[in-house]
Every structure is written in structure tokens, then in C-alpha cells.
């Protein structure tokens, strides 16, 4: 742990996502829990994006765990831009967190429980997108490895669904196959 890793801390990115900048570094000074994670989605950003924005709506990740068994969305509910200040999320009925930064169709950076993430879109020409994940949290050392455990169980199932959903929608949306 002397370089600043912990167990769990990296999942489908490179060195390069990991030494990259994220709007999240910019609210937590010297954290002592950094995370990151991505996924290669065969859509474009702008087919991610609505997905990730439904973040507003639920968590889409295992919703027995955190959404106390209420189904995430698999469709598209219409959810605008978030705007610095709303709610960042809904979990199990109750509203969480703050949006803190947002980029319309590249970023989305919000705080929930301590713990502050940024949705990262990074374009892969025109049919692909790298969907990126960072969060950073101040901690205790102890605590560190557990949540960032926890975090890599819920972060990979939430982008695994996005992915999957996207692909999907993209896939209807053109008319493919």
C-alpha cells in the first residue's frame, strides 16, 4: 500500500486512464481511497450518455443490494442534464448525494456517502465510447481495501449494465443486425 494501491482499486482501464485527470481529483485533496474503472462499450457517447444520467433515477447496479429490490430502469426514462446541486442519485426511494461538475455528454462528477466519482465519456471514433470511472474518498487506511471492494463489486455490475444497455439501444437505434 506504499504506493497509494489497495485491493480492488483498478478494474478494465489502463495506466494511462489511471494517471489521467478526472474532475473528481479537484474535491478531495489527498485521498486515501482512489478507484478506477472502465469498459469498452460499442455505442457512441452520446448514446452512453442518457445512461449514465440515469444515475439520477437508480443506481443500475445490483438493485436487491442497493436499491432495496426496485428495479433500475432498462429503458430510457427521459432524464435531463443534471445541473451542480441536484441530487446525484436515487437508491432504494431516497435521494443521495449532490451532483457536484457536470459536462454535458463527457462528464458527470457527483458525491454520494463521502465518497466523490466522476463518469468519465471518452470517445473512441464514432461508434465507441470508453466509459470511465474514478472514485476518490477520504478514509481511514483500514477502511480503505473494504470500500474499495465493495465499490469494485457495484462500479462493474453498474457498467456492465450501461454497456450492455446501450449497446442495445444503440443497436435498435440503427437497425442492425
Not at 22 to 45: M, S
Not at 95 to 100: F, P
Not at 142 to 169: F, I, T
Amino acid at each position: 500500500m506504499e504506493d497509494g494501491r489497495v485491493i480492488g482499486d483498478r478494474w478494465g482501464v489502463s495506466d494511462s486512464e489511471v494517471s489521467r485527470s478526472y474532475p473528481c481529483d479537484a474535491f478531495v485533496t489527498a485521498p486515501t481511497l482512489r478507484a478506477w474503472r472502465g469498459v469498452a462499450v460499442q455505442a457512441p457517447a452520446g448514446a452512453v450518455w442518457p445512461w449514465v444520467v440515469q444515475v439520477g433515477v437508480a443506481p443500475s447496479s445490483y438493485d436487491w443490494i442497493d436499491n432495496l429490490g426496485r428495479r433500475s430502469p432498462r429503458e430510457l426514462v427521459g432524464v435531463p442534464d443534471p445541473r451542480v446541486g441536484e441530487r446525484f442519485t436515487t437508491a432504494g426511494g431516497r435521494e443521495l448525494g449532490q451532483v457536484l461538475s457536470v459536462d454535458p455528454g463527457k462528464q458527470l462528477t457527483g458525491t454520494v456517502m463521502g465518497a466523490v466519482m466522476s463518469y468519465v465519456l471518452v470517445p473512441q471514433g464514432h461508434a465507441a465510447t470508453r466509459l470511465l470511472l474514478k472514485v476518490v474518498m477520504r478514509t481511514s487506511r483500514w477502511a480503505a481495501p473494504g470500500l474499495c471492494v465493495g465499490d469494485l463489486v457495484m462500479a462493474r455490475r453498474q457498467s456492465l449494465n450501461w454497456k450492455r444497455l446501450a449497446e442495445r439501444h444503440q443497436h435498435r437505434a440503427t437497425g442492425a443486425g
